[in-house]
């Protein structure tokens, strides 16, 4: 039986080179390619289509969701895990509705990652299982998940209020005017019921986004 090709995608090479020699000391995995970018990693897929890419979300540049999006648009049957440092419920629902196979924080076990990237090689869906247990917490407990309300782009402007951004920081970050970011907060307020952004940064701290 042939080796599972993986793709590595983070932006720190000692994490790539780490895990590097982590997956290849078992003998059915095979790290084909590396990139350090969402950008990198979409050229980098095109030209070595691993059969499992393992990628973190937070990077420079368009960063991991984005590139998960893009890579799906080039080939839907592209197989993604993500490899993230963030422990909480949200993340993993994002990523998943962006069409990634799987989600895996990177203080698991070797077993555990080594598992997921088999699992998602064979096309079955693989969550560590304390993301999952938050994640059904989360879904008990009845409280609006802004990932499950929110678009992709009122998501991205929630964040930045919450981190305490004003609308024209949040304007000239996102390359919008001040009043569309103005709608976006608007919507976000009548979406999560919030009053105000100290309101918005508690509910992203409620929810793990945020550190208290």
């Known amino acids: ?9 983070d932006d720190h090479a000692v994490v ?3 895990f590097k020699m982590l997956l290849e000391s078992d003998q059915d995995i ?10 990198a990693a979409i050229r980098a897929y095109v030209e070595h289509h691993p ?16 590139a998960i999006e893009r890579i799906l648009a080039k080939d839907n049957h592209a197989r993604i895990l993500v490899l993230s440092a963030h ?13 990634a196979m799987g989600y895996v924080t990177k203080r698991s076990a070797a077993e555990e990652l080594i598992k997921a990237i088999r699992s998602v090689a064979n096309g079955k869906k693989y969550i560590e299982a304390g993301v999952a247990q938050q994640m059904a917490i989360q879904q008990l407990s009845g409280e609006q998940n802004p990932v499950d309300v929110l678009s992709e782009r009122e998501f991205e ?7 305490g951004k004003s609308t024209n920081e949040i304007a000239e970050t996102l390359f919008l005017s001040p009043r569309t970011v103005g709608t976006h907060l608007y919507n976000i307020k009548q979406k999560l019921n919030a009053q105000n952004s100290a309101e918005i940064a ?3 701290m409620r929810c793990g986004l945020l550190e208290p």
């Not at 059969?51 to 984005?66: F, H, K, W, Y």
């Open 1 to 9: 039986m042939s080796a599972i090709t993986v793709m590595l995608v």
């Open 16 to 18: 790539r080179m780490g």
């Open 30 to 39: 095979k790290v084909i390619a590396e990139a350090e970018s969402g950008e």
């Open 51 to 66: 059969q499992v890419v393992v990628m973190d979300i937070t990077m420079p540049g368009i960063g991991g969701m984005e």
């Open 87 to 99: 422990e909480d419920s949200v993340h993993p629902k994002r990523v998943l509705n962006a069409g």
């Open 157 to 163: 402007v929630f964040m930045s209020l919450a981190r």
């Open 202 to 204: 508690l509910i992203a």
